[in-house]
């Protein structure tokens, strides 16, 4: 079963502007979240990373949020660059520390 | 460069044959993990290692894959009478046990003809 859902396949923005990526869990035991963002034919490139006492967590242009009520979390990108066209996998582990991944968005970043 | 490494990048194999790869994690990481991704897909859960100890291998792992990591350094999985279902992209990937932060390696690409 899918334990972590991503339910946007896709998403285009403007260059410069914000890019927000959506991320929904089940399993209440997971208490760790990460960013992974990946390029064709190369292994996931970790990005940011929230543990569950926190609700926020930033790193240069990249913030994740963390809803534990809703069982969500966001990745904000602002300003979004071109390079920055990739897929973008949200994921969660417990505290045996393997990870569950959501299927990705793939984001496109416009000109 | 000290991250994860993995060889070879690429596996083209005829159905029947047992392939390996290789997986050398960040030097000072205690857990090492392989994962397997399919087209569309997020990379899926396979087995993981602490320092030489396999503590978990997922029911995906059939009795045609094993996983190895002797003297909790590098890694190796086998995957003995390849089938082409096996054809996918396998990760490797390794953490500490403070950070939990996993990185992975750039991947083996297995095609089975």
């Known amino acids: 079963d899918q334990q972590v859902k991503q339910n946007s396949p896709s998403l285009s923005v403007q260059e410069g502007r914000i890019s927000i990526l959506n991320c929904d869990y089940t399993n209440s035991m997971f208490d760790y979240f990460l960013w992974y963002k990946k390029y064709p034919a190369e292994g996931p490139t970790f990005l940011i990373s929230i543990s569950s006492i926190k609700d926020k967590n930033e790193d240069g242009r990249f913030t994740v949020f963390l809803n534990k009520s809703a069982k969500h979390l966001s990745l904000h990108i602002v300003p979004s660059q071109p390079g920055d066209s990739a897929v973008y996998f949200c994921?969660?582990?417990?505290?045996?520390?393997?990870?569950?991944f959501g299927a990705g968005t793939t984001v496109t970043v416009r000109a | 460069d000290t991250g994860v490494s993995q060889d070879p990048r690429h596996k083209i194999t005829k159905r029947g044959q047992n392939v390996t790869f290789r997986c050398d994690p960040i030097s000072e990481h205690n857990r090492l993990y392989w994962y397997r991704q399919t087209l569309g897909q997020g990379p899926e859960f396979l087995t993981y290692f602490q320092n030489e100890a396999q503590l978990e291998k997922s029911r995906l792992l059939s009795d045609r894959f094993s996983a190895e990591r002797p003297k909790g350094s590098f890694s190796t999985l086998e995957i003995q009478r390849t089938e082409q279902g096996d054809s996918a992209m396998y990760l490797c990937a390794s953490s500490s046990l403070v950070t939990r932060d996993a990185f992975f390696g750039q991947g083996t690409r297995l095609t089975v003809v």
């Open positions: 994921a969660a582990s417990a505290d045996d520390y393997k990870l569950s």
